[in-house]
């Protein structure tokens, strides 16, 4: 509120508007207001458009030029000032949020403060996304829409438990440059901020008192750039809204059908509201008009239709039905067919759309005169929402050394509304535990857990707060960031533990059997480190073969590996008998600690190339070559060892690679003969070309040949 020494009950409040800026000074006398002093100027330019300032000096001169004929009239400066901004400029946005908890647990008020803070900045997020880059705002409220247990809905979360909780929110926003700009043109007029509301709360505040809220009204602020709504229900103001039109498009209307000056214009649709019947006027161009009242309404009255179609939609989308009534203010609501096109639109009896000026308001006392109309009641609710300490409430506090404006509808500030602007998240907040390991241990999973990691610290002023703490301006917050834990280690041997060994007698001499760890198929030491999905295998000996090999205790090679074809096989090179605990068994027979085994008989084997395959003999056919009897092999075995042609005698070694081809073919031909005729001879006794005959016909090398066949091989 605005003060001066000796009236300390005086108010001074202004009403900045689209088309004129209105002063007022009042005073409070019990429940009553009396405005002493009262002070209207329009804009010369159109510094404002929609109830934005878009031209802050110029919007300043005027302020000022109010401010200071007020201070003549009243005789004292004027140094705080009460205001409202305007409707439209509100945002309102959805945001979700979910998070996972702690099944084991209750969630606590702390995690559900966090889950709103975290659906508050995504609402913020999408609302800047939607915006110019640079646009800031405000967070001035919000309210829970609902919240989620494991995706059913549910009252309250405080108490319950499960796997995740979710919240969905509904913020509402003051874009920064809206308050910046008003403090802008304030700082110029040389005036401080006492009180700030928004001018559907002011009207509101004066048009319909809070016993006339059981009924479901709409009220309409109908300015020179934009229609504020405020719809009443059940004791309260349950919505707010806009219409971004009004009485400046009403006035284009009017300046394209006769060629008018702006200004001209506005003063013609005025005029419309006045008890005359003609309106003279002047175009740019110098004519001269003198036009029936009538005839410029039907000029105007298809813009009127539209405008009372669009108000009409929106009340009933924000009421999701026609009110019981309509109240009308500001000064667009005194053009002619409004109200009337509005009772039509929302089906309503006439009647019940009505406009309402300052002068018939029963909690004010005019003693200025000049308190008349629609218009006036916006800035006369400013002074009201001012005498109560109604408004926005707004403080400037630190957040780790850094300041911030803080702004809010519902009043008391928390540090949560603090971490919204700074970005500032539940994952700041809540510790992140470190990554953990899972290992799997013989087939056991096990998991080994990361740090927990430290929470977040919060204090106001030094001393230890919480999300719900409440601030006030000037208040100095700190917000040390949770840490995170540091993530699992574990080297293989916290895994395994200690390895106790087995003892087992082989002829008489005792032996310590250790386990053998594998890491993923690798043997590694005990302090290698563990990675995450490790797979960990600890295997002892557990059979007589798996003991003899590990010990060694055979005076010669244990076994050798041989590949034959690509399959390899395993060949012990020893023979013997095996007794354990003097029972004579065979190589798998499973052994524990303190077992004898004793071996007999033991002698070293080894292995020819015909001991690991089997070769088929070559196949024969007889035929008569020159007329003598002739046995044909065909269909020959060749064995390789490592690449070389070997012979079944030769002795086989550790990793030999033996192949074994058999060239069977299609069966024999007549090359086959020559590897057991002496053709030689046939050549030695004349000189000349080889011909060859199968059965009396003509052969080549190729020829196929099979039993009891007749060959002739000759020179010619």
């Known amino acids: 509120m605005a003060r001066r020494s000796g009236r300390e009950k005086d108010i001074f409040a202004l009403d900045i508007g689209t088309r004129s800026v209105v002063g007022l000074i009042a005073e409070a006398v019990d429940e009553e207001l009396k405005v ?21 000096g110029q919007v300043s001169k005027v302020v000022v030029r109010v401010k200071e004929a007020l201070e003549r009239e009243y005789g004292n400066k004027l140094s705080e000032v009460s205001v409202a901004v305007a409707g439209r400029a509100l945002k309102t946005m959805r945001g979700v949020a979910e998070l996972p908890v702690d099944i084991s647990k209750d969630i606590e008020e702390d995690i559900v403060r966090e889950l709103e803070l975290q659906a508050l900045q995504n609402a913020l997020k999408r609302l800047r996304e939607g915006s110019s880059e640079r646009e800031e705002f405000h967070c001035v409220g919000y309210s829970v829409v609902r919240y989620a247990l494991d995706g059913d809905n549910i009252k309250n979360l405080v108490g319950q438990r499960g796997r995740k909780i979710g919240v969905e929110v509904l913020a509402t926003f003051l874009p920064r440059v809206v308050l910046d700009s008003m403090l802008s043109v304030l700082r110029r007029a040389d005036l401080k901020l006492s009180s700030i509301t928004l001018e559907p709360i002011a009207a509101i505040e004066v048009v319909v008192p809070p016993d006339m809220r059981m009924l479901n009204l709409a009220l309409v602020d109908v300015g020179a750039g934009t229609m504020d709504i405020a719809i009443t229900r059940e004791g309260t103001v349950v919505a707010y809204g806009m219409v971004p039109v009004a009485g400046d498009e009403i006035t284009e209307k009017l300046c394209e059908r006769y060629l008018l000056d702006f200004n001209v214009a506005e003063r013609v649709k005025r005029s419309l509201s006045e008890d005359i019947s003609f309106i003279e006027f002047e175009d740019i161009l110098g004519n001269s008009y003198k036009v029936e009242k009538e005839e410029l309404i039907k000029v105007i009255e298809p813009e009127i239709e539209r405008h009372a179609k669009l108000l009409s939609e929106r009340i009933v989308e924000l009421n999701s039905s026609p009110p019981q009534a309509v109240i ?44 008349k109309g629609p218009e006036m009641v916006t800035p006369l609710g400013i002074a009201v929402v001012a005498r ?10 630190w957040v780790n050394d850094e300041m911030i404006r803080l702004v809010s509808l519902t009043g008391e500030l928390k540090v949560l509304d603090a971490l919204i602007p700074m970005g500032i998240s539940p994952d700041d907040l809540r510790p ?16 080994i857990r990361g740090e927990l990691g430290e929470p977040a610290k919060i204090t106001v002023n030094g001393e230890e707060a919480s999300l719900d703490s409440p601030i006030k301006h000037g208040d100095r917050i700190s917000v040390r960031r949770a840490r995170p834990g540091r993530a699992a280690f574990a080297s293989l041997k916290d895994v395994v533990g200690e390895l106790k060994p087995i003892r087992l007698f082989v002829d008489g001499k005792m032996y310590e059997f250790y386990p053998d ?14 990675y995450d999905r490790a797979k960990v295998e600890i295997v002892q000996v557990s059979k007589v073969e798996e003991v003899l090999k590990k010990a060694g205790v055979l005076p010669f ?5 041989v590949s034959i074809n690509g399959e390899e096989k395993t ?8 007794l ?13 600690d303190g077992d004898r085994i004793d071996l007999l008989d033991l002698r070293e084997v080894s292995y020819k190339v015909r001991d690991l395959i089997s070769v088929a003999p070559p196949k024969k056919v007889k035929v008569y070559v020159n007329n003598k009897p002739i046995d044909v092999s065909w269909g020959e075995t060749t064995v390789l060892i490592d690449g070389k042609p070997a012979s079944l005698e030769d002795t086989v070694y550790n990793g030999a690679k033996i192949e074994v081809r058999e060239s069977i073919g299609n069966g024999p031909i007549l090359s086959h003969v020559f590897r057991v005729f002496p053709v030689e001879e046939i050549l030695r006794e004349k000189r000349g070309y080889i011909r060859m005959k199968v059965n009396g016909e003509e052969a080549g090398f190729t020829t196929p040949i099979k039993d009891g066949d007749r060959i002739e091989i000759f020179v010619e």
């Open 36 to 56: 002493k002093h009262l002070i209207f100027e329009e804009h010369k330019t159109r510094a404002m458009l929609d109830g934005q300032i878009h031209d802050v």
């Open 328 to 371: 009308c203010v500001g000064g667009g609501s005194k053009i002619p067919l409004f109200d009337v096109k509005i009772a039509e639109l929302l089906g309503i009896d006439r009647s019940r759309v009505r406009v309402r000026g300052a002068e018939t308001l029963k909690v004010v006392e005019d003693a200025t005169g000049r308190l």
């Open 388 to 397: 109560k300490g109604g408004g926005f409430k707004f403080i400037d506090v």
């Open 432 to 447: 992140r535990p470190g990554m953990s390991l899972t290992i799997e241990v013989n087939g056991e999973v096990r998991i």
């Open 517 to 530: 760890v594998y890491v993923d198929g690798k043997k590694l030491p005990l302090k290698a480190p563990l």
């Open 557 to 561: 090679p244990y076994e050798i590996r």
């Open 571 to 578: 060949l012990p090179l020893w023979s013997g008998r095996v």
């Open 580 to 592: 354990l605990n003097g029972v004579e068994v065979g190589l798998d027979a499973k052994v524990r």
